[in-house]
């Protein structure tokens, strides 16, 4: 079935240490999304990939970056996460992104220690 | 910014009750957008309703926008203990991003 698929599941890093979480879709959308969700608030938007056009949302930290190698895969770089950065992760995608549906992954959860 | 704030934040019901939730905004949309996520899952899509629509309804769900007071709610009629879950609204404007309200935790009792 076509999905948004997201690995891994559940992710234990260190302070300082850097860590990469994936996301693959094989609905071929256009349109790529990364959120941070910490426990009982909405989702928050860190940025989108239109194609390979990266927008980054304002108040997105630098410590936060993505890589977006064709149009399947999209990472999520965190250089040095802090205790404030353990949240679930989702990854969504969109044909084209204009007023549309997303579909999200199942998330990714960080746990710093 | 957040755009949508939902109200209840939490609501508690029995089986075969119907559940209402809120979703307030702020800006002009093009579209409204429901959610639900169960816990420690991803989103899924529930049901779109376009600015130019006042009423949609999708199986057990039924939704209405009011534009002029910036609105809409969400009802679940004969709700489950499946539909335990966090409901979220997302407003849709020009670009290619979605804003999500707060969200309201629905607990259904069996």
């Known amino acids: 079935d076509a999905m948004v698929i997201q690995n891994p599941r559940y992710q234990v890093t260190q302070f300082g240490k850097p860590v990469t979480l994936s996301c693959s879709q094989t609905l071929n959308h256009n349109v790529m999304y990364w959120y941070q969700q910490k426990s009982s608030q909405a989702p928050k938007l860190l940025f989108h990939y239109y194609d390979k056009d990266f927008n980054n949302e304002a108040d997105t930290p630098d410590n936060f970056q993505s890589r977006r190698p064709n149009t399947s895969f999209c990472f999520l770089d965190i250089r040095s996460p802090g205790l404030g950065d353990a949240a679930m992760y989702l990854c969504?995608?969109?044909?084209?992104?204009?007023?549309?549906?997303?579909?999200f992954g199942p998330g990714t959860r960080l746990l710093v220690l | 910014s957040q755009q949508g704030e939902e109200d209840p934040q939490a609501l508690s019901i029995q089986e075969g009750e119907n559940a209402t939730m809120n979703c307030s905004y702020k800006t002009s949309i093009n579209n409204l957008q429901w959610y639900r996520q169960n816990s420690g899952r991803g989103l899924v899509h529930l049901i779109l309703?376009?600015?130019?629509?006042r009423e949609k309804h999708s199986g057990r769900l039924r939704v209405t926008l009011d534009t002029s007071k910036k609105s809409s709610s969400l009802l679940i009629t004969a709700s489950r203990a499946a539909d335990t879950a966090s409901y979220f609204c997302?407003?849709?404007?020009?670009?290619?991003?979605?804003?999500f309200g707060s969200g309201t935790q629905l607990t259904v009792l069996p």
């Open positions: 969504a995608t969109s044909r084209d992104g204009l007023q549309e549906t997303q579909y």
């Open positions: 309703i376009r600015s130019n629509e």
């Open positions: 997302a407003t849709a404007g020009r670009a290619r991003q979605l804003t």
